[in-house]
């Protein structure tokens, strides 16, 4: 538990740094291309977010289920 | 295991697509710069095209498959076209669940019934379909016959999907890269997408190869078995 929350607190600060800097540099470009866009919420930036994290899900979940369905098969022919 | 060469291939196309994965978050979120008209909603671009593309070429992969499975009846090319056909299915999702949010924003409704959405959606009711009909039939080799079928059939929906918003009034934006004359796309946005497609494409394969293996694999077990019980 120590051990994962050890390996967890770099990785979420890496996150959250990463987040931020992302955040800022998509805030500094679309400061940058417009006054019709200065007026924009941070709502785009959520259902951006949201659009790359389900597009993640999806894929790992493909890879997850072919990996337990090989293990599945791997354990039939144990037997 | 059929071939543990396949398997290797698969996961170094795989790991060179999630590599090129990164590349393209990198640059999706450092590097390219923001639509005018649209904002940063405009960034979904570069996942909701290349999955468009990857689904695509998917279910090209199952309609080839089908076909001559259909004509020599080699039982490898229906564990071809399923795998390939569980991939499409997988991008086709990405696209119908990545296009709403981009719609919410940029039109102000996740969904209209316009043409090419709703023959995306008919897309994936079909495939879906194809997987229907292949668990729906007592005999195994006359459901892979029946969903050979429904996976020449489906691939026909693809070429309206991509003409639809030429030949029809439609809200979704026309083509910018596959246009008579040249991509209209700034040269950074292109080259963002062109990361995406390539990228996105290795990984597919890299998992087709997986999932390809598997179903060899499945199968062999089942003759095995069923040799072994004779």
């Known amino acids: 538990m120590r051990t994962l929350k050890r390996l967890l607190e770099p990785g979420s600060l890496t996150l959250l740094l990463l987040a931020g800097s992302a955040t800022r540099a998509l805030a500094q470009d679309t400061a940058m291309a417009g006054a019709g866009l200065s007026g924009q919420s941070l709502r785009p930036y959520a259902f951006v977010f949201v659009a790359y994290a389900l597009a993640w899900l999806l894929v790992l979940g493909w890879v997850v289920a072919i990996a337990r369905r090989m293990g599945r098969l791997e354990r039939r022919l144990g037997r | ?230």
């Open chain 2, 1 to 230: 295991m059929p071939s543990k060469r396949l398997q290797t291939t698969g996961t170094v196309l795989a790991v060179l697509g999630a590599l090129g994965t990164v590349a393209l978050h990198w640059m999706v979120f450092f590097w390219t710069p923001t639509e005018a008209t649209m904002g940063v909603i405009q960034r979904i671009f570069y996942i909701h095209v290349p999955s468009a593309w990857v689904a695509f070429f998917a279910f090209g992969v199952v309609a080839l498959c089908s076909a001559v499975y259909l004509w020599l009846g080699d039982e490898r090319l229906d564990q071809a076209a399923s795998s390939a056909a569980e991939g499409g299915m997988v991008f086709t999702t990405i696209v119908l669940l990545t296009g709403p949010l981009w719609g919410r924003i940029a039109w102000g409704t996740y969904w209209t019934w316009e043409p090419r959405l709703t023959l995306t959606l008919l897309l994936w009711f079909i495939y879906l379909g194809y997987f229907l009909v292949r668990a729906s039939t007592d005999n195994p080799e006359r459901g892979k016959r029946f969903s050979a079928v429904v996976g020449i059939a489906g691939a026909l929906d693809i070429p309206l999907i991509h003409l639809s918003v030429v030949w029809f009034r439609s809200l979704h934006p026309t083509p910018v890269v596959m246009k008579p004359e040249g991509p209209t796309l700034h040269p950074d946005m292109l080259v963002t997408l062109m990361v995406g497609l390539l990228s996105f494409t290795l990984l597919f394969l890299g998992l087709f190869l997986h999932r390809y293996t598997l179903a060899a694999a499945t199968h062999l077990v089942a003759v095995r078995e069923r040799r072994a019980q004779a």
